[in-house]
């Protein structure tokens, strides 16, 4: 396997209902899943599809049951990390057979895929809407590190420490994500940083550490540089991101971010 799919910002709510009072979140997960399903031939040695937060819109069980029947469709296993909105022990309780579910606290993981390893951190603060890994997260993160040598990695987190340039997003970034950084500065092999809460594809460079945002499968948070006020919620099309390693031309990750939903064509490139 040489890589997986991102998806992120879900935001389910109780089957029936809107997100926000006007975003069919259910709807965006199963044209999502769809997607997937369809993309699957087409798409190389695809593993898994890891879910980058914010799975629900207020980490209730009801809400992580709709989740799991919607994402039941899907035609690969999944793994995933808590967001601000999910709550912990409602999303452990609610996925107990899955085998990257840690049985106690924070929800972080390791997944082997053969040419690289992707680490999930859980930045969820209760009852905050920003992230931080605290010193348990971080010294989660230098063992897994010092476990892989050398070895190509993707740390996965919801909360991003990049700003995306939205004023009441960056706000409520990872707190701690410089001491994340200095870690992943001093790794000695390849290593990225994926991450979602924005709602937006959002690529910026820390170092050397390619800080990459995913677009949410659902409604997107508006892009305005001076805003001083809440998030604003627009209903622009979600997308999937396909992150693989790649030999060449030069060994590294390549991620390409897909629009969700069924379009027009293939047709040639002729008249
Ligand atoms: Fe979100
Ligand atoms: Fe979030």
């Known amino acids: 396997m040489t890589g997986f799919i991102q998806i992120t910002d879900t935001h389910i709510v109780a089957p029936g209902a809107l997100a926000c009072g006007r975003s069919d979140t259910a709807e965006a997960l199963r044209r999502a899943v769809a997607t997937i399903n369809a993309k699957l ?23 992580y049951a709709h989740f799991t029947s919607i994402m039941a ?3 690969r296993p999944w793994l995933a990390v808590p967001g601000n909105h999910d709550t912990r022990e409602p999303m452990r309780a609610a996925f107990p057979d899955a085998a990257w579910m840690p049985t106690q606290g924070p929800i972080h993981w390791v997944r082997e895929l053969g040419p690289f390893t992707i680490v999930g951190l ?17 010294a989660f993160l230098d063992t897994a590190l ?14 991003p420490w990049i700003h995306a340039g939205i004023p009441a997003m960056d706000t409520d970034n990872l707190h701690d994500g410089a001491q994340l950084m200095a870690r992943l500065e001093a790794y000695p092999g390849p290593i990225r940083m994926i991450s979602g809460h924005v709602h937006r594809a959002v690529v910026g460079q820390i170092g050397r550490i390619t800080c990459q ?21 627009v ?10 390693w790649v030999e060449t ?23």
């Open 73 to 75: 469709e899907l035609k």
């Open 213 to 233: 945002i995913g677009p949410a499968t659902c409604h997107a948070v508006l892009t305005d540089h001076h805003a001083a006020r809440d998030p604003q919620l």
């Open 41 to 63: 031939p087409s798409l190389d040695g695809i593993d898994c599809v890891i879910v980058t937060g914010d799975l629900t819109d207020h980490g209730a069980p009801e809400e």
């Open 249 to 271: 031309p030069s060994p590294g990750f390549v991620s390409d971010v897909i629009p969700i939903g069924a379009f027009s064509g293939p047709w040639p490139f002729s008249d």
């Open 122 to 138: 859980d930045t969820l603060q209760e009852g905050a809407r920003h992230g931080a890994l605290g010193s348990e997260g971080l």
């Open 146 to 159: 010092d476990d892989l040598g050398d070895k190509p990695v993707i740390v996965a987190t919801h909360h």
């Open 235 to 244: 209903l622009e099309p979600g997308a999937i991101t396909v992150h693989r």
